[in-house]
């Protein structure tokens, strides 16, 4: 199927004009998944997706997730849809969806991370709720050589604790608990070079030290990392519209919510893919939570 990708940025993002109604259309999975490849993010305004065909376009896409964490009650829910919205009744999901506004990559507690992430707006916030998007591919590229040599076999401890920590000025031990329940310490490669030849760095609000380096040190390494990342010239920000939908590769990417207030009535729904590619040289579980 012929579609036509317009470029957002030059190096990141392109709009497609898509119809709901050709989610079946011979050969579209296969050019998205080039697309989405080439320019990591998809963007197809208003298109106005019912969520059966949102389900039909994340099968066609790949294998989805189905995870009991993100369940709320809804309709949504009940197909297998995450909800994301500030109007949790589920102390760890709001926490979670709260969390989005820092900069992260989905999946982080699982063997691979999720291969792509559909996001669909069901209602555009009044204010606020933007998502950005920063090329983690074109980032590492552009890092100085000495850099590179620096991190080059650095290893990264993730957990929930790490993100969700960010939202409390002392969590206490039960916190603290309860999100290592859900996703406790993993180590990840700092660098991780994937099949295509193209590195990414596994950082963002998961990564909470650095193995054996002093934790100052380490903090302050993976906070300069981030900030070299998401300077504006890797980066898009997409501002929503209701009937949206956006496609990234995460893999590729970090990305975040800007903030908004329960009352900007934001509501999204969200599937993610599995990865088709485990983080090297780590021989951590597969956990059930997938988190963001």
């Known amino acids: 199927m012929a579609l036509d990708f317009k470029p957002i940025t030059p190096g990141l993002g392109a709009f497609v004009n ?4 050709a989610v079946g259309a011979s050969g579209l999975a296969e050019t998205l998944l080039a697309g989405l490849d080439r320019y990591n993010v998809l963007v197809f305004p208003q298109v106005h997706m019912s969520d059966d065909d949102f389900l039909d376009l994340t099968a066609a896409l790949g294998d989805k997730h189905d995870n009991g964490l993100h369940r709320d009650g809804s309709e949504a829910s009940s197909k297998g849809i995450f909800r994301v919205a500030l109007d949790k009744d589920q102390k760890v999901q709001r926490d979670i969806i709260k969390a989005n506004d ?33 090329d983690l591919h074109a980032a590492y590229d552009e890092l100085p050589a000495d850099m590179k040599a620096r991190i080059t076999d650095l290893k990264v401890g993730h957990s929930l604790a790490a993100a969700l920590g960010r939202l409390y000025d002392a969590p206490g031990p039960d916190d603290v608990a309860r999100w290592d329940a859900i996703f406790p310490r993993m180590e990840r490669p700092l660098v991780w070079t994937q099949a295509c030849g193209k590195s990414s760095l596994l950082i963002g609000s998961t990564a909470s030290d650095i193995a054996g380096m002093d934790e100052e040190e380490g903090r302050a390494l993976l906070n300069e990392l981030r900030d070299w990342c998401t300077q504006e010239r890797f980066t898009y920000r997409h501002r929503w519209s209701d009937g949206d ?17 329960d009352a900007a009535g934001r509501v999204m729904h969200r599937t993610t893919l599995k990865g088709t590619e485990p983080f090297h040289d780590t021989a951590t579980p597969v956990h059930a939570g997938d988190l963001y």
């Open 18 to 21: 898509l119809k709901g109604d």
């Open 102 to 134: 820092f900069w992260h990559m989905d999946g982080m507690n699982y063997a691979g991370p999720v291969k792509a992430t559909l996001l669909k707006c069901q209602k555009a916030p009044s204010e606020g709720g933007d998502t950005g998007f920063a």
């Open 245 to 261: 939908l956006v496609i990234f590769n995460n893999p590729a990417l970090l990305h975040r919510s800007y903030p908004y207030s």
